[in-house]
């Protein structure tokens, strides 16, 4: 059984550019959620989607948003990069809301 | 809200020995549910062990046994016969259950031979 798949791993852009991650969940799974993660501020919670809807939102500007497929895939963009945008975006799938969280491997996003 | 905290920044533990990672927490919540994540360094985040804010019950894995204490808000980890393979950051988190999970900021274990 694949596991959770991020694409890419990494990724440089340039400050002001904008950015899309991707993650394809477990099979079966409908629950996506997404976490950034940085060596100040540790692991923060991006947003979490269930069945295409988007089922909470962490405390992160407008400038991030994310999308989820009739498949589950999930996309999360960024607009306007800062260079405190650099980080580790994590992604994870559940069966349901309250299964386990199974991690991708991450992007890796640098800005410069 | 919920807060989780790691007081240990690093641990380290000689081979074959037990350890004990401390994790407390705060939450609104009447049901949630605690984790215990490993990162090591290919940054790929692994689920060591999950508890049931409901059960009394400590969850345990092979290895891998938690002492959770409701009243208390506290959730450790212990690891019994440490192997070099358990070197990584571990992550104490809380959530209404996989999702929206809330990290505490990570002890860094690390196994001597």
């Known amino acids: 059984k694949a596991g959770v798949t991020q694409t890419p791993r990494y990724l440089i852009k340039t400050r002001g550019q904008q950015v899309t991650l991707s993650c394809s969940p477990i099979s079966g799974h409908r629950s996506v959620s997404w976490y950034q993660q940085t060596p100040g501020q540790g692991l923060q919670f991006l947003f979490e989607?269930?069945?295409?809807?988007?089922?909470n939102k962490g405390n992160f500007p407008g400038r991030f948003s994310g999308r989820q497929f009739s498949n589950s895939r999930s996309e999360m963009n960024v607009s306007t990069l800062e260079l405190g945008d650099s980080a580790l975006y994590l992604c994870?799938?559940?069966?349901?809301?309250?299964?386990?969280?199974?991690f991708g491997q991450g992007t890796r996003l640098t800005v410069v | 809200a919920q807060t989780v905290t790691q007081s240990q920044p690093e641990m380290s533990v000689q081979e074959a020995e037990t350890v004990t990672l401390s994790c407390t927490y705060d939450?609104?919540?009447?049901?949630?549910?605690l984790f215990w994540y490993k990162q090591p360094p290919s940054r790929q985040m692994i689920l060591v062990i999950r508890q049931e804010a409901y059960k009394q019950q400590n969850a345990t894995e092979n290895r891998f046994s938690v002492n959770f204490q409701k009243a208390a808000k506290s959730f450790s980890l212990k690891i019994s016969d440490s192997q070099l393979g358990d070197a990584a950051m571990y992550f104490c988190a809380s959530g209404e259950g996989g999702s929206r999970l809330t990290f505490g900021e990570g002890t860094q274990l690390t196994v001597n031979p």
């Open positions: 939450t609104s919540e009447s049901d949630y549910y």
């Open positions: 994870a799938s559940s069966l349901s809301r309250d299964a386990e969280a199974f």
């Open positions: 989607y269930f069945s295409e809807t988007q089922r």
